[in-house]
């Protein structure tokens, strides 16, 4: 499944909360690439870990 800038998150260990995909962040120190997320909820920006959405399906995220 791929997925990119748009794509709907639910966060389903969240009570599924939902958010936008904005951009994939790359960082000089070491930490893993991360997605910014836009929560629908709160109208925030998240960070969340690219490794744990790199399946798209899986127990605790689904990507639309």
Do not use: C
Not at 11 to 22: A, H, P, S, V, Y
Not at 49 to 63: H, K, Q, S
């Amino acid at each position: 499944m791929s997925y990119g800038v748009g794509s709907i998150v639910i966060f389903k260990w969240e009570n599924d909360r939902t958010g936008i995909l904005l951009k994939i962040v790359e960082s000089d120190f070491g930490v893993s690439p991360h997605w910014e997320v836009l929560m629908q909820d709160t109208g925030r920006v998240e960070r969340v870990l690219t490794l744990n959405l790199a399946n798209g399906r899986n127990t605790r995220y689904e990507i639309i």
